[in-house]
């Protein structure tokens, strides 16, 4: 198969428009009054107006989980669009990509530790809920990973599907986002002064900030051929996509970052910046974002530059899922052929430069190559350029793809092991016990101070940059900064719903909220060591484990020469807990991942829908031993299985069953005990199994 | 509260934002710029926050974006101040 031919065959939207995309689309053409939310007061905030999914349209769906309800409806539009209903999909092997930065909080008392939460309340106030329930409703036991990585979420969820059928893990990927209103959200919002109640105007010389908004949107990706042979029918392609760190300012964009992250995306669909015809672009309407923005674009683009469209001055800012409500317009305004106009901008700011904004008037043009941008707090950036399908484009039937072998087997590559040094580097709280005078100690921005979490994130990762050697640390930085947690920031959160509940929104510190974000600790250490690459957050107790199979195949692609991946979590975060759960270890553990050193080689990964959803088991032996043949030597760490489960597998020939402490860094430390065995060769391989609650299942195969 | 009670109050505010941490007393002047006081941007959204809550008042975020000096918060808490009597 041609490296290119991953195609978009399906749309879903549950909007502030309603449900459906032919909704949204109208929607981005009309806009919509702000109003106050239906769940809770505004009167003591200085904005009041919000855009919330009409309660007519939720009315119309099955009973569940509000966050639940909102991203089924999208998912099955998405799904019937791309003629797979939910059997085929199944059939199919279908994974899941899901962002989202707020799903959970719409139980706040519960999900900030106020009130106990039930046993049966306790999954929905995880921001992987909706993934686990869509994935369970339709069968897909492919790759799994929920994203958050502030608003650039959605489209960093796309970026990591369209790599796992770029490698084969799966033909079909459902890719999507949703974010819900809470207050506690609204009032960081407010406190940053980063709302409007009234209208988002992107680009605009009197832009105040953006409406926020809610909503859940899908997009079906899928190998060219996977969708030919069902005759499945493309609506675009994927070319390819890109990510950067500022390496600038926690919460003020900056236009290099934003430049860079769009030159990575061009380079990966080997398109010339000259040939985009138009631009989605973040545009939140605060005053220096847009800015950033605009500098980017005329950086990139000079003269001449594509068409920009900007579509929250319609839909509102939906936080994690703009990205991807930005993904599913690009998508059919280019079957229409048509552009939806920046509503509101009929003062355009012209110390942007002469940005050349879509309005009504705007004639429609062929519109595609489209660039899709986001960004987000902590200065992550994440750009998708796409196409028109290519039969469409060329009037020719398309065919004859060779396969490649190369592209469906895992690639090796090898971890880097400098000087006999270990790989791995850990920090315990937040003491600087590593001391190396080639990595300096992280260069803290004075505001917003770091947080206990990033000075121990910090530090893990400066320890482990320390230990390898000088062009390979040039490399991580300009690589990727992959992390995992479980907890994210959350005592942030929490203290601002305390505040809230004791003395209103001019309680909220705007800080907390600054620091808040679930991506944030990776960003500030990004940040604070001058890390310029993607920097990613996977959700769950496996997203470390997640981190460092990414950062394998970053590497492995060519996409990085080497790459940092990082698994942490600490106790303060964690608000509630599982009767059953262990503590929170205060953690940071840090892989490092290059192609040069004498080190432990990364032989295969293999990924399974969360476990606890599916019969799990069978599916789990024959996962490994695909990966790995029947004699190899496995840790399992089940702390996502149940007591059954767990005794079973103990029971099994050359399996050893760990159960590794809460949150993302224990996860970690399984493996990097195992790597250091295999290192010494006791074993000279050995396959690593982590498990978690409502985590996806992530194996990787060490190989001497 | 009179002009000069509200003129220190807003001065001690003002100082226990400096990101630094607490700076010794010092007299502060209504020329002296945020920055020089080590007010960022990003502090001057935690200082207006405090300001709302100290004086029970709300200050709109253009107008708390256009303080450059100790003076113009002053001026912006005394026009609050005044709108609340009103």
Redesign the interface.
């Known amino acids: 198969m041609s490296r290119d031919d991953i195609v978009i065959t399906g749309l879903g939207s549950m909007s502030v428009f309603g449900a459906g995309v032919a909704a949204l689309w109208r929607g981005l053409h009309t806009g919509r009054p702000a109003a106050p939310p239906a769940g809770f007061d505004v009167d003591r905030y200085r904005v009041r107006g919000v855009y919330e999914v009409p309660s007519a349209a939720v009315a119309n769906l099955p009973d569940d989980d509000y966050a639940v309800r909102l991203s089924v409806a999208a998912a099955d539009e998405a799904l019937a669009q791309a003629g797979l209903p939910d059997r085929q999909a199944a059939l199919s092997g279908a994974g899941l990509a899901f962002a989202s930065t707020s799903a959970g909080w719409h139980h706040p008392a519960e999900a900030f530790g106020a009130t106990a939460p039930t046993t049966e309340l306790m999954p929905l106030l995880r921001k992987e809920w909706p993934a686990v329930a869509i994935a369970a409703r339709n069968r897909l036991t492919g790759p799994f990973a929920v994203l958050s990585s502030a608003c650039a979420s959605s489209t960093g969820a796309l970026a990591w599907a369209v790599e796992r059928i770029r490698s084969g893990d799966a033909p079909v990927m459902l890719v999507g986002a949703v974010d819900v209103l809470t207050e506690v959200v609204f009032a960081g919002f407010h406190a940053m002064r980063l709302l409007t109640g009234e209208r988002t105007r992107p680009f605009s010389l009197g832009r105040n900030g953006f409406v926020l908004a809610e909503g859940a949107a899908f997009l079906v990706l899928e190998s060219a051929r996977h969708a030919r042979y069902r005759e499945g029918r493309p609506l675009a392609t994927v070319l390819g996509w890109g990510a950067s760190a500022d390496r600038a300012h926690l919460t003020t964009p900056a236009a290099h970052g934003v430049a860079r992250s769009v030159r990575a995306a061009l380079a990966d669909a080997r398109c010339g910046a000259d040939a985009i015809r138009l631009c989605y672009a973040h545009g939140t309407a605060s005053p220096a974002g847009d800015a950033a923005e605009a500098a980017a674009l005329a950086e990139v683009f000079g003269p001449g530059r594509p068409l920009v469209t900007a579509i929250k001055a319609a839909t509102g800012h939906t936080e994690g899922a703009a990205g991807m409500f930005s993904l599913v317009a690009a998508v059919h305004g280019m079957g229409l052929g048509q552009v939806p106009p920046v509503l509101y901008a009929d003062d355009q700011d012209a110390a942007l430069g002469d940005l050349r904004l879509a309005s009504a008037a705007t004639s429609p043009a062929p519109a595609a190559p489209v660039l899709v941008h986001a960004s987000g707090f902590g200065g992550v950036n994440s750009s998708v350029v796409l196409d028109v399908p290519a039969a469409l484009a060329t009037g020719a039937s398309a065919g004859g793809d060779a396969a490649d072998p190369a592209n469906t087997q895992p690639r090796v590559l090898l971890m880097t092991n400098s000087d006999d040094r270990t790989w791995r580097a850990e920090a315990t709280g937040a003491a600087g016990a590593y001391g190396s005078a080639e990595v300096p100690d992280p260069a803290w921005p004075r505001n917003p101070p770091p947080d206990a979490q990033c000075r121990m994130l910090g530090e893990a990762v400066r320890t482990a940059l320390a230990c390898l050697d000088p062009d390979t640390r040039r490399l991580a930085r300009d690589g990727a900064l992959l992390s995992g947690t479980e907890f994210g920031a959350q005592a942030h959160h929490a203290r601002m719903y305390a505040d809230l509940a004791v003395a209103g929104p001019r309680a909220i510190e705007p800080l907390d909220f600054a620091l808040s974000t679930f991506n944030l600790p990776a960003t500030m250490a990004a940040l604070a060591l001058d890390i310029g690459g993607q920097v990613e957050t996977f959700l769950g107790a496996t997203g470390g484990v997640e981190a460092l199979a990414s950062a394998c195949h970053l590497v492995a692609t060519g996409r990085a020469d080497a790459a940092l991946a990082v698994g942490h979590d600490a106790p303060e975060n964690r608000c509630w807990q599982r009767p059953e759960e262990k503590p929170v270890p205060a953690r940071a553990t840090v892989f490092a991942v290059g192609q040069r050193g004498a080190g432990v080689r990364v032989a295969g990964v293999r990924r399974l829908a969360p476990a606890g959803t599916l019969p799990e088991l069978t599916t789990l032996r024959v996962a490994v031993e695909e990966l790995a043949g029947a004699d190899a030597s496995v840790w399992c760490d089940a702390v996502g299985l149940g007591a059954q489960e767990t005794a079973a597998v103990s029971r099994w020939p050359r399996w050893t069953v760990v159960c590794s402490e809460a949150g993302a860094a224990a996860p970690l430390d399984v493996h990097a005990s195992v790597v250091e065995r295999v290192a010494r060769g006791e074993p000279a391989e050995a396959v690593v199994v982590s498990t978690g609650w409502l985590a996806p299942t992530v194996i990787i195969r060490y190989r001497r | 509260m009179s002009n000069s009670a509200m003129y220190e109050r807003v001065c001690t505010i003002v100082l226990r934002h400096n ?2 941490g607490p700076q010794p007393a010092r007299q502060v002047a209504r020329e002296d710029t945020l920055v020089d006081l080590g007010v ?4 001057l ?2 200082l ?2 405090s300001l ?2 100290d004086f029970d008042i ?1 200050i ?3 107008t ?2 256009s303080a450059t000096s100790v003076g113009d918060l002053v001026a912006i808490v005394e026009a609050a101040l005044e709108r609340a009597e009103r």
Do not use: K
């Open positions: 990101p630094a960022d941007s990003l502090e959204l935690s207006g926050a709302e809550r709300d709109d975020d253009a708390l974006a």
